[in-house]
């Protein structure tokens, strides 16, 4: 991963729940689920870019054999490009991933009233932002804790696969970890995993507790920035905004069926998921361009077959549990409101 890491995800497929595939032809990696007759794969293999083609056609074919076929799930432009012209692999986008230079944050901040004032809410509450050795969080159940609260506030159940919840079980050798305290209560954190070919990271989460002021996320991603220039990083995204409107061109080009879904899924999914804030933040942040990030299936056209199985990869292979205890979620929650509408009480 360090030495031909290119795509954001490229240390993710270190995360708990990967399965492994090595390149007999060069040097190369993959890390997968297997889902139905497809093998996941979590961007694209890990590899020197002039062995790219000959490490994906190997692991196609070791895919074959088992009868599998293969999706590349939050693919960059490197592999998207290398089968533009393919009539044997289809290619549909699923948004934009906003990336920075951690050098310009400074000015960004300068321009920004509202991320200046957002900054000055959390230290005015007296939280402070420090560099702490990843590897040290295993031993911090306070961070654990922070987490678990986090995960108990989202509107979906968690899910795994490129957004594993459960990154502080994984390796952490090389990720930057940031932790936010007031006092000796940590109240958020943020955790970063190197993409060390383009000399920077992806920011894998950011998480606040119940205790966390106004301003909290905005001070972790300063105090991130505030570390990357020190290790002359020139390169940050905070990866994948789901159909997000900055890559609304690439969309167009989807399969009328897949636009339909994303179209309905981002009109009707907001209890769920929050597009709509997810990207305004990124946005509010003034990143320098949104780069597109894709879905790329080893077949003629892009099927709802790969696209169940795309699902069914963040669901840990159990996609109607998973939409099941979605909509459990969303009745409590509702009903939590309607109980506070009535008797006046504030919700939950």
Request: some cysteine; proline content about 5%; overall charge positive.
């Amino acid at each position: 991963m360090l030495a031909f890491g290119w795509n954001a995800t490229a240390y993710q497929i270190l995360n708990p729940g990967m399965t492994y595939w090595f390149a007999q032809s060069a040097a190369g990696v993959a890390g997968y689920v297997a889902c139905g007759r497809r093998w996941v794969v979590a961007g694209a293999p890990v590899c020197a870019a002039e062995h790219l083609a000959g490490v994906t056609a190997e692991l196609e074919a070791a895919a074959a054999a088992q009868g599998r076929r293969v999706c590349y799930v939050a693919a960059g432009e490197r592999l998207a490009l290398q089968f533009a012209s393919a009539t044997d692999h289809a290619t549909v986008a699923l948004g934009a991933q906003p990336v920075w230079n951690p050098a310009e944050w400074a000015a960004i901040v300068k321009a920004r009233s509202s991320v200046r004032s957002q900054l000055s809410r959390a230290r005015n509450k007296q939280v402070r932002v420090s560099v702490r050795p990843a590897e040290d969080a295993r031993e911090d159940p306070r961070l654990e804790a922070c987490l678990a609260e986090w995960l108990g506030s989202r509107p979906m159940p968690a899910m795994h696969f490129l957004v594993e919840p459960a990154t502080l079980a994984g390796e952490l050798a090389d990720r930057l970890l940031m932790v936010a305290r007031r006092g000796e209560a940590v109240v958020g954190f943020l955790l970063a995993s190197p993409v060390p070919t383009r000399q920077g990271y992806l920011v894998e989460q950011i998480v606040r507790g119940r205790e966390a002021p106004n301003g909290t996320a905005e001070l972790l991603i300063d105090g991130l920035m505030a570390e990357l220039v020190k290790r002359g990083a020139t390169y940050l995204t905070m990866g994948l905004v789901p159909l997000s409107e900055q890559a609304r061109g690439w969309l167009r080009g989807n399969p009328w069926w897949l636009r339909w879904i994303m179209g309905w899924a981002r009109a009707h999914g907001r209890r769920f998921y929050h597009f709509d804030g997810l990207e305004q933040f990124r946005i509010k942040l003034r990143p320098s361009a949104w780069e597109p990030i894709y879905a790329i299936s080893n077949e003629r056209r892009f099927s709802p077959a790969s696209a169940h199985a795309m699902m069914a990869a963040f669901a840990q292979g159990h996609l109607g549990s998973l939409v099941a205890r979605a909509l459990a979620r969303a009745v409590r929650t509702e009903a939590r409101r309607l109980k506070g509408r009535v008797t006046g009480s504030p919700e939950g």
